[in-house]
Every structure is written in C-alpha cells, then in structure tokens.
C-alpha cells in the first residue's frame, strides 16, 4: 500500500506503508545511528516524534526483546529508505515490520531518506504527516502541521508506580540511588544496579520529599521526551533535590531540567543531535569521548553564572554544551547519554564517577 509523508514546507515523498496503517501527525527528526534501531524505536525521548533512520538499510538483524530500552515503542512514525524482509541474527525472534505492527507505529519506507534529512537540516526539524489516504488536501494538512506541537510527554511515559530493582548477585555496595523516571532507559538502571546499587525508580510527579523520605544515597534525573520548560511543577521539586545535598548525577532532559532549576534557559536547536558518534570533549582533560545522543533542545551556554555551575564538556562538532558541574555541590549532568544503548560505551564510567561520590558522603 502506498503511504505518503507531507511536511510542513509542502514536499510530499511518497514510498510504501509499513506497520500501522493509521494517520499520523509529529514533529519529523532524524537520527544518523548506523545500528541500534531498537533501541531508538524503543527510548521514551522520542514520544511525539517520528523518526527517519538515515542509515539506509534498517532490520537486518532482526528484532530481539531483550534489546528494548522500555516496555513499548514511542515514536509517533518511522521513516527509512529499506526494511530488510529477512533479518539474519540467531537472537533474533521478529522482523521489525511485525515489530511496527504490534506496536501499532504507522511507517514509510522506500523514499529518499538522504534528501529528505537534507530538507531537515537546512530548513530546520518540522513537523509532517504520514497517511495512506491519497486524497489529502495539501493544503489542508499543511495548516494543520502548522497547529502541532507535542504535548505533556513526560507524563505519558512515565511509569505510574514506583519499581525496586536490586543490585546484580554479588555485587552489593550498599547503596539506594532513587531514579527519577521522565521517560527513563532501561540501561540506566542496568548500569547502576551491576555497579552494586540498590535503584528505586519513581514516576515524574513524584515530589521531593517523598523521595528525600527514603534516605538515598544518591539521586538520578533520567533522559525524557519534550520541551524541558514544560515541566514546570518538575522544576519545582528538582529545587528542592537540589537543596538536600544529596549527591546527583542527571542525564539530557534531567540535565536540562537542573539547569532550569537553577536559574538556567534552554533553548531548541535547528535539528537536534540524534545518533551514535556525536564527539564531546571533557574540558577538564580535554580528552574527547564519542556519545549517544538524542536531543532537540539544548543549555544556553552562558545562561548559567560559574558561581552555580560550570560548563564541564562541550560537543566538538558545534560547540554546544553537553555536561555541567554545579559549584560547591556533588552534582554533575551530561546531556549526551552515558547509559548509550545504542551507542559506544566511552562514556559509562561516569556512572563510576557517581558511586564514588555517593561512597565518599555516605
Ligand atoms: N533524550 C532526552 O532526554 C531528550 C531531552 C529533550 N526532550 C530534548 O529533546 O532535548
């Protein structure tokens, strides 16, 4: 069946349904990771977006549900150029069109990923709609995309009860890290129980006091979906974590969000950093890491007065800021993605650098 994607610029790509038939409208972004397509079909940040895969040929090792970052899919659409119809990989139990059905994620494959992330990165990310009805009105849909933007995302991912996940066998260190859950990877949590920490990971709404109540030794704010200046009531109760002294570590829109809470602004970029080699460099070592990352929104470099907090790395591609230390405090955030899935692991010893801050104020 053919599908087609407007954008909000008036370009059509037409190419061919796949997964969910149903009629989509979102914010189109893209992502350059080369593998991984699980993972970022299955990451909490991209609710309220569809998602172009640039590496052109996706599902070739099939699907594998042990892989997933989450219960369930969240993006509102998937855009590539070619599904591979016969996955090749012993651990894998799905092809991804069958994955997109379950998941009920409408998609499109088979059109010119290459220009249509061109048209993204020249004239910025915007939103579009992928239908299967051919007789859309252009004009129609195109007032309509100018009306979207994606809505209380957070809350939509969260989970709605608190979970308990135990230190790995043997690795006990005595430790209760409470994980904040905006739209959490499960990689965060499997990187800090293997590292002996007990981790309590609690909805979005849940307030300060109830997670001070527990006595943590340390506090993660975890990655999520949106606008960060949406989450107002958030903001709120990260004011008060912040006043506890208790030690934080916080990754993408918990870094944001931290940085708004102390009096921080953020602004959203032309089209994001979506993919798997984004360079950023250390500045205290100037030693640079490739990260994962995934972000439309970014810390106003100088937004943030050195008196509170300062600029700890930077991306080497367009300088913007990619991690903070709070001054005085044992806080410190990154806005790349240390947990990676997908992505290289360069990065994940500053889940060392947060047990050993917890250990040293225990
Ligand atoms: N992965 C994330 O946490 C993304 C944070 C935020 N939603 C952004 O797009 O910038």
Redesign the pocket.
Known sequence: MKAFLILEDGNVFTGTSIGSTKEVVSEIVFNTSMTGYLEVLT????AGQAVVMTYPLIGNYGVCYEDMESLRAWPDGYIVREIARRPSNFRSQDGIETFLLKHDIPGICGIDTRALTKILREKGTMNGMITTNENYDLEEVKAKLKEYSPAG?VEKVSRLKKTEHPADEGTDKGLKVALMD??S?NNITRCLTKRGCHVTVYPALTSAEEILAANPDGIML???????KECTSIIEEIKKLYNSDVPIFA??????LMALANGGD?H??KY?HRGANHPVKDLSTNRVYISS??????VDDSSLDESIAKVSFVNVNDGTVEGLEYTGKNIFTV?F?PEACAGPRDSELLFNKFITMMEDCK
């Open positions: 990451d909490p940040s991209y995302v905006f739209g990877k975890s990655n999520g979906p949106g606008d960060p990754i993408c829109l918990g870094h944001q953020t959203k970029m994001g990352q995934n972000h439309g929104y970014v806005q993605h």
